[in-house]
């Protein structure tokens, strides 16, 4: 079964949609069973939303349920802090275009680039993982591969 890495506080996100869900679920099966005492079923516009969406939060729930039974909380991860890897925060420039990024390297499942983190699993992270402040790497990026330095490695 596949390791679904996160943060503490992308855990207790998780826990806390979860807990929602089930809620909504709740809501949802009074909102059908009142629906379906209007009658006629086949032309019940409410009946057929409200079980459209709890066929949605059955799925969204199910899968939550097995993301959280196979979650590691990066938090609590012992790595070597010389080296990059899940949880550090990383400064690296592009060597062609004298460009610096930071990211923070998270599991796939709290990627989003456009707010520093980058999933170990991407390219970038997948060349920079292992190496150490100074080090200059290469990332097969789908265009080629390119030239960086990892410039600054923290944890914070």
Do not use: C, W
Not at 64 to 69: C, M, N
Not at 125 to 144: T, W
């Amino acid at each position: 079964m596949e390791k679904y890495y996160v943060s503490r506080k992308k855990y207790e996100e998780l826990v806390q949609e979860l807990k929602d869900l089930k809620t909504l679920k709740a809501g949802l099966s009074v909102e059908i069973g009142e629906a379906a005492a209007q009658g006629d079923l086949r032309e019940n516009a409410e009946y057929h939303a409200a079980k459209e969406k709890q066929a949605e939060t059955l799925i969204r729930i199910q899968e939550l349920e097995t993301k959280l039974r196979n979650v590691e909380i990066t938090d609590n991860l012992d790595v070597d802090h010389s080296e990059a890897r899940i949880g550090a925060t990383i400064t690296i420039k592009d060597e062609d275009a004298d460009i610096e990024f930071t990211y923070t390297l998270v599991g796939s499942m709290e990627s989003n680039p456009d707010k520093g983190l980058l999933s170990v699993k991407s390219p970038l992270a997948s060349g920079v993982l292992g190496h150490k402040e100074g080090d200059e790497f290469e990332a097969q990026l789908p265009r080629g591969p390119k030239k960086y330095k990892l410039v600054k490695l923290e944890y914070k």
